[in-house]
């Protein structure tokens, strides 16, 4: 008898397993044997026509220390300098526009629906390369915004917004935050879960508006807000095709936005160099899962998710 | 009485600031299109949005493409790639989801929980060794490395997306079909599928958008212009600027653009429901 149910308990899980058969085939042949497939490659020097050459630790010695044989590659620290400036300004903007627009449109408007649809559109074409190849005429220095600003506005010799160097990064953030359309429609979903009662109570208890979004609005969302700051950083940090159109493939002007995904790119393909783009994603993924941490530790103390009624 | 006014003031201002501001935000997609029926000397002496003289010239000559490829070409690889994708996404990542989120087998939680992790995951870790791979089969300059791995459920997103979906039908179903003498199977296609339809539409919605837009992978794998993409034909003419191809590259980004249009206007409901449920990118 005991035999015969745990037959049955294996006949069971095997005909479970089955259903799993093609995600853990994917998950074996796509992810885990090329992760550390590139991970062996971190550690040599590959241009794909000579076999791998074991190198140690150098293709990260060069990348943050570097010495007379093998100088630092100022590019690589630069790029990094570059996404990080990307991610930590245009991140926390677009959530706060996100948040907003989301609570401006919290009321019992009858045009909700339609504003939502408006709202989302950005999103849903931002990227494409279309959107960019537009972006790259709109400020480029004959652009559309110049036409207006010196036709309109009558600007003088307003700047080449993205050939020069200290611009070319904000137009990349500007259409980054132009897309903010998913994270206000979940802001739009978690304030129509608060209770209408908490804001009434505290009006009753007489706080303004202002204390009422820091006591009630925010500890409310700010599961949310956590959640969607981490996959809002995660996929930033990642954003290849918007730098490469914009800056026709190079990074420029004078690798101002030298996305980090674009310089292992070329790393990798441009200039042949598998071993050292392959220690530049392993790189990537320790910054991404170091950031994840801090940040749910640090949610912690900042998030409240209820008392679980 | 007074309320009720100081109501009726403060929607009339909520109205008239999100319609100024929707207004500017939309300009740039309006901008493009009124440009592509400009015709290609006047699109940046005339910043207004209605052309002067409306021309349908730059679209004929977009069409044609640049060089002997036409658009017509980068249109149909395009839908050949994303139906593919979209088949096997809907089939392979609705199965998985059915075993994490119907059935009970040992060590669930943690095949689960590397799910989670997948989803995380930068793709640039893989990136490489899976060019190297495809490249030793001799899948370079075709088709097969964007639409293979769909194949494998390797979107965990869409995954996450339907296990949360199906998480929330009621298990009395998988039970009476069981006492009925349905197999596992049988539940998932007959009941289980069919219930899952607003997020499996979700699943067509966004895996269309992405593998339309999906930009770095075609550069990556597509090499001859024969197999190239729509964002890649676009490219062709970023790479090939004189002021003549403006005209023709604003018409054919519209052109690329409304598909897009299309399954989002047709579909609304589900964009906004997958996009609530999961809380993903976008």
Known sequence: ?309 | MKNRTARRISAFLSNFIIIVLGVGMLYPVVWLIAASFKESNTIFSDPGLIPKSFTLQNYIQGWKGIGIIGFGTFFKNSFIICTLCVIANVIFCSLTAYAFARLRFAGKNFWFAVMMVTLMLPSHVTTIPRYIIFRSFGWIDTFLPLVVPKFFATDAFFIFLLVQFMRSLPKELDESAMIDGCGKFGIYTRIVMPLTTPALITTVLFTFLWTWDDFFNQLLYLNSPSKYTVPMGLRLFVDSSGMSSWGPMFAMSVLSLVPCFILFFSLQKYFVQGIITTGIKG
């Open chain 1, 1 to 309: 008898m005991n035999r015969k149910a745990r037959k049955k308990a294996i006949r069971e899980n095997l005909s479970s397993y089955a259903f799993l058969v093609p995600w853990l085939l994917g998950f074996f042949i796509f992810t885990l044997y090329p992760m550390i497939y590139s991970l062996y490659l971190s550690f040599t020097d590959f241009n794909m026509l000579q076999p791998p050459k074991w190198i140690g630790l150098r293709n990260y010695f060069v990348m943050f220390v570097g010495n007379d044989q093998f100088p630092r590659d100022e590019r690589f620290l630069n790029s990094l300098f570059v996404t990080f400036r990307f991610v930590f300004i245009s991140v926390p903007l677009k959530l706060v526009f996100a948040l907003a627009v989301a609570m401006l449109m919290n009321q019992r408007l009858r045009l909700i629906p339609f504003y939502r649809t408006l709202y989302y559109i950005p999103t849903l074409l931002g990227g494409s390369v279309a959107i960019a190849v537009l972006w790259r005429r709109l400020f480029a220095g004959d652009g559309v915004l110049n036409a207006i600003l010196s036709g309109v506005f009558n600007v003088n010799n307003p700047p080449a917004w993205i050939s020069n160097p200290k611009y070319a990064l904000y137009t990349l953030i500007l259409l980054s935050v132009w897309q903010f359309g998913s994270p206000m429609i979940i802001f739009l979903a978690g304030l129509k879960q608060i209770p209408q009662e908490y804001y009434e109570a505290a009006s009753v208890d007489g706080a303004g508006k202002t204390r009422q979004f820091f006591a009630i609005t925010l500890p409310s969302l700010s599961p949310i807000i956590f959640f969607n700051l981490i996959m809002q950083m995660i996929s930033a940090f990642q954003s290849f095709t918007q730098a490469y159109i914009v800056s026709g493939g190079q990074g420029g002007p004078l690798d101002s936005t030298m996305f980090y995904s674009l310089y292992l790119y070329l790393k990798g393909f441009a200039f042949s160099e598998m071993g050292y783009a392959s220690a530049m994603a392993w790189v990537l993924l320790v910054i991404i899962a170091a950031l994840t941490a801090l940040a749910f530790k640090g949610s912690g103390s900042l998030v409240s998710y209820g008392s679980g009624e």
